[in-house]
């Protein structure tokens, strides 16, 4: 993807990775997780991301950072997802918002960087327990399937 993003570094053997978003809110340490979800088969990877509580050190997937950088932190995971893939195979990435707004967000950061993102990646949301081709601003989506192509 050529989208302008943030660095970041790997750890836990591409598992986990880190960067920084950089705004008006100041600089917050972003957390991406990949999980082998349980006997998923194919394997699916539950994405799991968030700001890390400077405090407890522990992931926040419900905070509101508002950093007005949507679009490069987007970017950043997405960026995530291919290394991953590229160590660990070409898996399916399950990914949900922990709030049905948060979700939202995610659906319309996706269609935003709709162009870019469908050269990489194949994009599936989830609507009334079924799988369907993600189709920018159309319906509400529950969850997303992502893969690369």
């Given at each position: 993807?050529?989208?302008?993003?943030?660095p970041?570094?790997?750890?836990?053997?591409?598992?986990?990775?880190?960067?920084?978003?950089?705004?008006?809110?100041?600089?917050?340490?972003?957390?991406?997780?990949?999980?082998?979800?349980?006997?998923?088969?194919?394997?699916?990877?539950?994405?799991?991301?968030?700001?890390?509580?400077p405090?407890?050190?522990?992931?926040?997937?419900v905070?509101?950072?508002?950093?007005?950088?949507?679009?490069?932190?987007?970017?950043?995971?997405?960026?995530?997802?291919?290394?991953?893939?590229?160590?660990?195979?070409?898996?399916?990435?399950?990914?949900?918002?922990?709030?049905?707004?948060?979700?939202?967000?995610?659906?319309?950061?996706?269609?935003?960087?709709?162009?870019?993102?469908?050269?990489?990646?194949?994009?599936?949301?989830?609507?009334?327990?079924?799988?369907?081709?993600?189709?920018?601003?159309?319906?509400?989506?529950?969850?997303?399937?992502?893969?690369?192509?």
């Open positions: 993807m050529n989208l302008e993003r943030y970041y570094i790997n750890s836990n053997d591409f598992q986990d990775y880190e960067f920084y978003s950089d705004g008006p809110k100041g600089r917050i340490k972003k957390i991406v997780m990949f999980t082998k979800i349980p006997n998923s088969e194919p394997p699916i990877y539950n994405l799991g991301f968030g700001d890390q509580d405090h407890s050190g522990e992931t926040d997937d905070v509101v950072s508002n950093n007005e950088d949507r679009d490069i932190v987007l970017a950043t995971v997405a960026n995530t997802i291919v290394e991953f893939c590229n160590h660990y195979g070409n898996h399916y990435i399950y990914a949900k918002g922990s709030t049905t707004a948060r979700t939202r967000l995610y659906q319309m950061g996706i269609a935003g960087l709709w162009e870019e993102i469908s050269k990489d990646f194949d994009v599936y949301g989830l609507k009334d327990n079924d799988w369907h081709l993600f189709k920018p601003n159309t319906i509400n989506y529950e969850a997303f399937l992502v893969r690369q192509k």
